[in-house]
C-alpha cells in the first residue's frame, strides 16, 4: 500500500464467527500467496498482546493494493473494513495511533490562555484522543504504537511550534483540567444525589451563587438530579465545569436542549473567565451561530469518522467557519465535502401556496392551577411546507406537539383527528432490545429498499449502526435513527422535536436535507422544534413562535412568514442577526455592536437585507 493510506478494522464489527472471510478469500493479494489478510492469531506471536479475538483479521498495510481496490471493504458482511487514501498533504506521521489497523490522529488542537479555542468537525473524528493528550492523560505515541510512548519524543515534535510551551507545561504536571461532557443525559447514572450536593463539590472558585443565577438553575437545587430535564442538565454540567478552578476547560457541546437565549447566556459565561487571567477555554461546538460568538480560533477537524482525524492549525474563526461551509480548506488545500452548504442570500422563501393540510382553532391547555398553562392560537398548516417553530425553553412547544400528536388533550379546542401523525420527541428513551434494522423495518416495510436508502437512510448516515442494538447507540447515533423512524412511518404530518441535538454540522446539513426532500417528494408537512437558527433557516417556510413566561405560561402566534417571524422571536430575546458577506450564513451580532444598534433602531432582528 502507498505510504499514505491506512487500513482500518472495526474490531467492535468484525465477526469471524458469522461470515466465511469473504475478505481474506478474495484478497487479490491473499490469492496470489501473500499474506495480505490473516487473522491475528496468524500475524501475531502466541505471547505478544494484541486487541480483538485471535480469529478477527489483521490488514497488512504494506502488501495490501489500497482504496484503488477496495474488494474487502466491499466483501466484508459488517462494514468492518475501511481502506483509506490519506490526503497527500499530510505529509508526516501521526500524532497518536491507537494500534495496528486503528484510529490515527494527525496533529493537535492549541489551547490558548486567555482565550477560547473553538473545534469544528465531525463526531468521532478524535476529540477525546486529543483532550486526553493535552491533560496529560495519554502520552502521544507518533504513530508507533508497537514502541512504549515517552513525553520527550512528543516534545520534540512539536518543538518550535505553539504546543512547545504547553507540552512543557504537561510533562511537569502543572496543567489541570476541567471537562463537560458531551452526553449529559449519563450524569445521573454517576452521581446519586440533588443537584446542590454536586454543584457545591465543584465551587473552587467561590462563583458557584453567580453561575446558579446567570444559568437559571436555581429553581432545580435541590431537585434530584435524576429528575431534572435535558436542557437543566446541561445547565447544571456547565455550573458544575466553570466552577472549577483548573487551567485547561474542555467544553464538549454547550448547546443541545438549551434555547438561544440560554445559549448566548452559557457562551457570556465562557468568555467571561476565558478573560480572567490565564486559563484555557477549548469548546468542541456544532451551533455555528454560537461558536462564532463564542470563540477566538478554531480549528477545523475532517478525516473519516472512527479511522483517522486531523486537526489543521488555527484559523481566524470567521475564515474557518466559511471554509468548513464551502468544503474547502484554504491553506490545507484540502476539499473535505464535494458540496457547499448554502444559505438564502436574500429574503427567505415566501409562504407556501399549496392547499391547506388543515386549519387548527384556538386551543388551551393547563396542568392545574397555579401549574404551566399554553394558549395557541389559531391557523392554517399547509400540504408540503415545513413550518419551523421557535421560543424560550419551558414555553410549552413541546406540549403543543403533542396535541397535535395527540399525546395530550386540549382544554378548549377541538383538533382535526383525522390526520396520521408521525412524532419524534424531544427526549428519546429508547429501551428495546433490538438490533437497529429490526426497529426500523418494524415500522416500514419500504426498509432496505433503495428508495428508502436513498431518501432516509444515506443521508442519515444509518449503515453503520444498523446491526448495532438500540441501547448501545450514542446520543448522536440515536437521533438520527430517531430522525428516520419517524419519517419512515406513513403519516400526514410529521412532527420533530430538537432533531439537532448531538448532531455534528454535518449531520444536521444531511438531516435538514433528508426533512426537506421528504417534504418536497411526498407533499408531507412536517413541523419542526429546534433551537439552531443555522438548522431553521435552511429548513422552514413559515415560523410559528411562542412568547410568555417560561415555566409559568406561554402563547403560540399563528404561523408567520420567515422574515415576519425570525423578527418577533429575535426582538424578545433582544438579539440581532446579520448575513456573512461571503457565504450568507447568519451570525449574531456581538450585543451592543454599532450594527446590533443599527439593526434594533430598524427593527430589523433576523438580518438587513
Known amino acids: 500500500m502507498a505510504d499514505d493510506s491506512i487500513a482500518v478494522v472495526d474490531l467492535d464489527r468484525c465477526q469471524p464467527d458469522r461470515c466465511n472471510y469473504e475478505c481474506a478469500n478474495f484478497c487479490p493479494p491473499n490469492r496470489t500467496g501473500k499474506d495480505c489478510i490473516v487473522t491475528r492469531g496468524e500475524h501475531y506471536d502466541e505471547d505478544e498482546p494484541y486487541d480483538g479475538g485471535p480469529d478477527q483479521v489483521w490488514i497488512s498495510e504494506e502488501i495490501c493494493l489500497g482504496e484503488s481496490c477496495g ?99 504537561v510533562i511537569d504536571g502543572d496543567v489541570s483540567v476541567a471537562r463537560k461532557p458531551q452526553y449529559v443525559d449519563q450524569i445521573p447514572k454517576q452521581f446519586d444525589g440533588n443537584t446542590r450536593q454536586l454543584l457545591e463539590r465543584t465551587d473552587e472558585r467561590g462563583e458557584l451563587d453567580y453561575l446558579v443565577e446567570s444559568l437559571s438553575i436555581g429553581p432545580v437545587m435541590d431537585q434530584p438530579i435524576d429528575s431534572i430535564s435535558g436542557g437543566e442538565l446541561q445547565r447544571v454540567a456547565l455550573a458544575a465545569t466553570l466552577a472549577r478552578d483548573v487551567d485547561f476547560y474542555f467544553l464538549d457541546e454547550i448547546t443541545p436542549y ?13 468568555r467571561e473567565l476565558a478573560e480572567d487571567g490565564d486559563r484555557s477555554m477549548m469548546v468542541v461546538e456544532h451551533d455555528l451561530a454560537i461558536l462564532d460568538l463564542l470563540a477566538d480560533t478554531l480549528h477545523v477537524t475532517y478525516g473519516e469518522p472512527g479511522a483517522y482525524g486531523v486537526v489543521t492549525d488555527p484559523k481566524s474563526v470567521r475564515n474557518g467557519i466559511n471554509e468548513y461551509l464551502r468544503g474547502y480548506l484554504d491553506n490545507e488545500n484540502m476539499r473535505i465535502r464535494p458540496n457547499a452548504i448554502t444559505f438564502e442570500e436574500h429574503a427567505p422563501r415566501e409562504s407556501s401556496t399549496a392547499h391547506p393540510l388543515f386549519d387548527y382553532p384556538d386551543l388551551e391547555k393547563s396542568y392545574g392551577e397555579g401549574e404551566f398553562s399554553l394558549t395557541v392560537d389559531g391557523g392554517t398548516v399547509y400540504e408540503s411546507e415545513v413550518l419551523g417553530i421557535v421560543g424560550p425553553n419551558g414555553i410549552g412547544k413541546s406540549t403543543m406537539a403533542q396535541l397535535f400528536a395527540g399525546r395530550l388533550e386540549p382544554d378548549a379546542g377541538e383538533l382535526d383527528t383525522r390526520l396520521d401523525i408521525a ?25 432496505g429498499s433503495s428508495y428508502w436508502n436513498t431518501e432516509i437512510g444515506r443521508p442519515l448516515q444509518l449503515d453503520r449502526v444498523m446491526e448495532q442494538q438500540l441501547t448501545d447507540l450514542s446520543g448522536g447515533e440515536r437521533q438520527r435513527v430517531a430522525i428516520a423512524a419517524c419519517l419512515s412511518e406513513d403519516a400526514d404530518l410529521y412532527l420533530l422535536d430538537e432533531p439537532s441535538a448531538h448532531l455534528d454540522v454535518e449531520q444536521r446539513v444531511q438531516a435538514t436535507t433528508a426533512i426537506r426532500r421528504y417534504a418536497e417528494n411526498h407533499d408531507a408537512t412536517v413541523m419542526v422544534i429546534d433551537h439552531d437558527i443555522y438548522m431553521v ?3 422552514a417556510d413559515r415560523l410559528m413562535v411562542f412568547d410568555g413566561e417560561p415555566a409559568e405560561r406561554g402563547h403560540a402566534s399563528p404561523p408567520q412568514e420567515m422574515r415576519a417571524g425570525m423578527n418577533e422571536f429575535l426582538a424578545d430575546l433582544d438579539v440581532t442577526f446579520r448575513r456573512d458577506e461571503r457565504t450568507g450564513r447568519p451570525r449574531i451580532n456581538k450585543p451592543d455592536s454599532q450594527l446590533d444598534r443599527e439593526q434594533k433602531r430598524e427593527g430589523e432582528y433576523y438580518y438587513s437585507v
Open 258 to 270: 438549551l434555547d438561544i437565549g440560554q445559549r448566548m447566556t452559557a457562551a457570556r459565561l465562557v
Open 423 to 447: 412524532y419524534k420527541p424531544q427526549y428519546i428513551e429508547i429501551d428495546q432490545p433490538m438490533r437497529v434494522d429490526a426497529f426500523l423495518s418494524s415500522i416500514t416495510d419500504q426498509f
Open 537 to 539: 433557516d435552511l429548513l
Open 71 to 169: 474488494i474487502c471493504v466491499e466483501k466484508c458482511p459488517f462494514d468492518a473494513i475501511e481502506i483509506i487514501n490519506l490526503p497527500s498533504e499530510l505529509n508526516q506521521e501521526p500524532v497518536h495511533r491507537y494500534g495496528d489497523n486503528a484510529f490515527a490522529l494527525y496533529g493537535l488542537p492549541v489551547p490558548e490562555p486567555g482565550n477560547v479555542t473553538g473545534i469544528l468537525g465531525p463526531n468521532g473524528i478524535g476529540k477525546s484522543t486529543a483532550v486526553k493528550m493535552l491533560s496529560g492523560e495519554l502520552v502521544p505515541n507518533l504513530g508507533r504504537f508497537d514502541e512504549e510512548a515517552e513525553w520527550e519524543a512528543a516534545l520534540d515534535r512539536f518543538r518550535g511550534t505553539e504546543l512547545q510551551d504547553y507540552v512543557e507545561r
